[in-house]
């Protein structure tokens, strides 16, 4: 069997470059989740405004400016149009419509191990591809709950955004098992969480003002945790209103505060049925 050896002092150390610190990290995948459907959480409208401020080469959202030069922005999306809903919310949202690009699936639908993917931002030299949702990209016959096919479908993309040296960010939906941990809401198999470098979701913050919405950092890999941050979506577009301690699970705690939290929930049960337990011991 032949096998090749790699010593460690044979290594070229190099330090991660960032997009977004400590959200986006430049050479790897970041998942961004939330809610789905027509009561989503603005997951796209996210991604969307941060991609017009990229083509742009504004600062991200409190940063004391990452300087960043106007980048070329790959975006596929399968769920709205580029000429009656893309295009029109980049403009609104103040983008370099120059520097946002798109790869023609008509013919045939991209996925992640897709050749025209790398051959484009060869091409292009864009530093932030968005893949918008990931069910639509990661490959018709991929089983999403299946460990084995989505660990091999993530590895090609995984091996681009490291030879390129692009962020890449996919957009996924979360399921509906309230009460799990947030790094464990994500549709499909744990390895989706496990193969991106950074996950963030968005969720809604109170009930009492629904167009506020909160990002917070799930997972991790490459820095410490970044703040959340609070913004608001309008008509208006995006309003960034402030940085937050709040963790992913506090975040979600808050989402289904009307319901209470299935921890609290489960001990006060349990305090209850202690008590009535020993209010009825028989008496020796």
Known sequence: MNFEITKASEVKVRKVEWLWYPFIPFGKVTVIQGDAGDAGDGKSTFILKLAAMLTNGEPMPFTDGNNLEPM????????????????????????????????????HYLSFSDERLL?????????LIILDPLSAYIGE????????????????????????GCAIVIVHHMNKAMGQKAVNRAVGSVDIVGAARSVLMIARTDKERP?????????????PTGSAIVFSISENGIEWIEETSKTADEVLGNAFSSMGRPDEQIQKAKDVLSRLLSDHKPKP
Do not use: H, M, W
Not at 77 to 98: L, M, Q
Not at 119 to 127: F, H, P, V
Not at 141 to 161: C, H, K, M, Y
């Open 211 to 223: 167009n506020e919405r909160i990002l917070v950092q799930v997972k991790s890999n490459l820095s």
């Open 119 to 127: 051959e484009a931002i060869r091409a292009t030299k864009a530093k």
């Open 141 to 164: 016959s991929t089983s999403i709950n299946s460990a084995n096919e989505v660990r091999s479908q993530f590895r090609p993309l995984i091996d681009i955004a490291k030879e390129q």
């Open 72 to 107: 070329n922005v790959i975006y596929q999306s399968t769920e709205d149009d580029a000429d009656d809903t893309i295009v029109p919310r980049f403009i609104s949202a103040g983008c370099n419509t120059e520097k946002l690009l798109f790869i023609n699936e008509k013919e």
